[in-house]
């Protein structure tokens, strides 16, 4: 079973408004990601958790706040958004073992920044 | 720079037919080559994946190569069929980094 949860499947909200993404997974995976894709786009990495610690930060705007609570679950807090925000959010995640790092994704949020 | 380029952009075959996407890449440690399968609205979804030191994969109609000397690698498809349109995204990871970098994307089209 190599899933990855997302919840919402669809978010619209204001520019002033607070919002959360979230993500989890049981795959026993210590590494976890979020990425943003445009449409017609690659996914462009934000961040990356490494064993619930925050191991990459790819010079996000602070409008955008991960938070890992535990080794299964990671969270996208979304606070005075741009309509450029927009996108499709997309949670992955992948072992820290020798088996190899194959990353596993979700279906993704899509997000609607109005 | 980490960098990974993709060609071609669209790619449209008659169905039976084979088709080939190839990604180059600029960092000689990177070693780790995904590729990945897009629908519309949906996640990418690991269709393959090689690991520097080998040189071929395959997995009934799919299969990936590597050169490493090049730095190039390549998804070639048989047989394609219908359900095999979508977009292909190649990636790759350096082996110092944890994280996975995405080429540009091919829209690849099966004509009936």
Known sequence: DTEVTQTPKHLVMGMTNKKSLKCEQHMGHRAMYWYKQKAKKPPELMFVYSYEKLSINESVPSRFSPECPNSSLLNLHLHALQPEDSALYLCASSPLDLSGNTIYFGEGSWLTVV | ?112
Do not use: M
């Open chain 2, 1 to 112: 720079g980490e960098n990974v380029e993709q060609h071609p952009s669209t790619l449209s075959v008659q169905e039976g037919d084979s088709a080939v996407i190839k990604c180059t890449y600029s960092d000689s440690a990177s070693n780790y080559f995904p590729w990945y399968k897009q629908e519309l609205g949906k996640g990418p979804q690991l269709i393959i994946d090689i690991r520097s030191n080998v040189g071929e994969k395959k997995d009934q109609r799919i299969a990936v190569t590597l050169n490493k000397t090049a730095k190039h690698f390549s998804l070639h498809i048989t047989e394609t069929q219908p359900e095999d349109s979508a977009v292909y995204f190649c990636a790759l990871r350096y082996s110092s980094a944890s994280k996975i970098i995405f080429g540009s994307g091919t829209r690849l089209s099966i004509r009936p």
